[in-house]
């Protein structure tokens, strides 16, 4: 696993070339940040400490995004009428399909004869009632030592140098003669206690490393795990940064696409909303939009966010857009990149002493070899993945709160992965354990946000959201797929009783020609 989290196998290559060049980071070209004017109404705070997002809340202050006004989702009440194999088609091709002049297209599947409507909307709701309006900015330059460097080249190294000393402690075990191996064995009872107390020592300064290194979350409240400095971290993001624009270079959409204006729109709404959450305005978060068929979205602890156009077009309104970028930014803010990269740190220390035991002990390089594979898929599969599924469903959360502050319609959060779950069983895509996954499985994802979304929708009426209008999107969509899915049968049973007429014809004229033979072999009689 690579050093930084989020940093694929595909770009490491890259990533290391990178590395010789921290020597030349002591000076930095002078960047330019901007921002337009703000004006801010001020009025009073609402403290709350209410399910995880602890904070000061400005939900009693209103923004508006520059030349934005309130906007209400619109039903699409124009009936159309398809067949079950064309809606289907078009189910996958929305799936995957191309973007049209720049909108979010809609998943419409209509039964014929009935119209479901289609939510979309074009301009995120205000939050509150004032006008705030600052631009989006890029990063300040800064300045840090390559401290880093060290760890990084070193890490690779962890497991040859763990290898090397137990193949080594094994073939020198293997070299001593019997009465020295008898010699060493008394000498080892003789010091037991001894073995026994530095073993204590190390375990006990094992324990104190490790609570010593814990921080506190201001949002969560919950305790993590954090080894590297935020100086080094912001460094290794700053690295990571130019491999994925060198990588995404010839595919970055420029800012006057229109998917780029509404995707940096929805950003902005959002950390207006939430300014006051710890975190969120300290980060100066850059929007990068990737001409790609792929469904994702990540964010990097500088605040740079990568988003797919193959995810805007998975999704059906602006209020399933700002939950998933609500879970990015969440998962900047809560520092979760930080924290795995902390664990992964932590596990491949253990692993390297478990390694080293491993190696001295097998009697055989292919026994160790096998040894080696077994620990390293038992530490992935018992700690890594656990662990990332635990913090998306962390970000799921808080960024389902975000959302909710923003006065989006939470409600449409759980609709996503349904939407997800049912496209992928289009597909045929073989459905997996959720256990050999590092995310939560879809129908899981959903079921969780339809716990969260009673608490998120008290969120709204706390920060004096308008009401929602409109049927419930879930709801919605359960008609829709309950639609889909009994049209099919519905045309099979149309197929067989017009087969089945079709059939019968032929058989009752063969039954016709002997009757009529013999009726008039009867009369000529």
């Not at 995120?124 to 990084?152: D, I, N, Y």
């Not at 990737?290 to 500088?302: G, K, Q, R, T």
Request: charged share 20%; aromatic share 10%; hydrophobic share 40%.
């Amino acid at each position: 696993m690579s050093f930084f989290y989020g940093l694929q196998s595909g770009t490491r290559n890259y990533f290391f070339s990178h590395c010789h060049s921290l020597a030349k980071w002591a000076r930095w070209n002078s960047c330019t940040v901007t921002s337009m004017g703000s004006r801010q109404v001020q009025s009073l705070l609402v403290v709350h400490r209410y399910q995880g997002l602890k904070s000061a809340s400005h939900c009693d202050v209103v923004t508006f995004l520059p030349g934005n006004v309130r906007f209400y989702r619109t039903l699409n009440n124009r009936p159309e009428y398809l067949s079950s194999t064309q809606r289907r088609a078009l189910w996958m091709d929305a799936h995957k399909g191309a973007m049209g002049r720049g909108f979010y297209p809609g998943w419409v599947l209509i039964k014929q004869g009935a119209v479901v409507p289609v939510f979309r909307a074009v301009q995120p709701p205000s939050c509150s009632p004032g006008r705030v309006a600052q631009s989006l900015h890029t990063s300040p330059c800064m300045r840090a030592a390559p401290v880093p460097l060290l760890l990084v080249i070193l890490k690779p190294m962890q497991k040859l140098l763990a290898i090397i000393v137990g193949r080594g402690i094994r073939k020198w075990w293997q070299a001593l003669p019997p009465n020295k191996k008898e010699l060493f064995k008394e000498s080892i009872r003789r010091n037991k206690w001894k073995l026994l107390l530095g073993l204590s020592s190390f375990g006990l300064l094992f324990i104190v490393f490790y609570f010593t290194h814990l921080e506190v979350s201001p949002i969560t409240g919950r305790s993590k795990l954090l080894l590297l400095g935020k100086e080094h971290f912001r460094l290794l993001s700053e690295l990571e940064y130019e491999v994925w624009m060198e990588e995404f270079k010839n595919d970055m959409l420029t800012e006057k696409d229109p998917r780029y204006l509404t995707v940096k729109e929805v950003v902005h709404h959002l950390i207006e909303c939430n300014k006051d959450i710890p975190g969120i305005p300290e980060i100066d978060w850059v929007i990068h939009v990737v001409h790609s068929p792929d469904i994702n979205a990540f964010v990097l602890p500088n605040g740079h966010m990568f988003i797919f156009t193959g995810l805007l077009n998975s999704v059906t309104d602006i209020h399933q857009l700002s939950f998933l970028l609500g879970h990015e930014i969440a998962h900047a803010v809560l520092g979760h990149a930080a924290e795995k990269a902390s664990l992964v740190h932590l596990l491949d220390f253990l692993g390297m002493i478990f390694l080293t035991m491993i190696w001295a002990i097998c009697p055989r390089d292919s026994l160790a070899v096998l040894g080696q594979w077994i620990q390293s898929k038992f530490q992935e599969f018992m700690f890594d993945r656990p662990y990332s599924r635990t913090l998306e469903s962390e970000a799921d959360k808080i960024g389902l709160q975000l959302a909710a502050k923003a006065c989006m319609d939470v409600r449409a959060s759980s609709v996503f992965w349904q939407q997800m779950e049912f496209a992928e069983s289009l597909h045929g895509y073989p459905k997996l354990p959720e256990w050999l996954s590092t995310h939560p499985s879809h129908g899981n994802r959903a079921e969780y946000l339809d716990r969260l979304i009673p608490q998120a929708l008290k969120i709204r009426e706390i920060c004096n959201c308008p009401p929602l209008s409109g049927p419930d999107p879930r709801l919605l969509f359960k008609l829709t797929m309950k639609h889909i899915l009994e049209e099919p049968e519905k045309e099979e049973a149309d197929a067989a009783i017009k087969k089945q007429k079709v059939d019968a014809i032929p058989i009752q004229k063969q039954e016709q020609i002997p009757l009529t033979y013999m009726v008039r072999k009867r009369t000529r009689s």
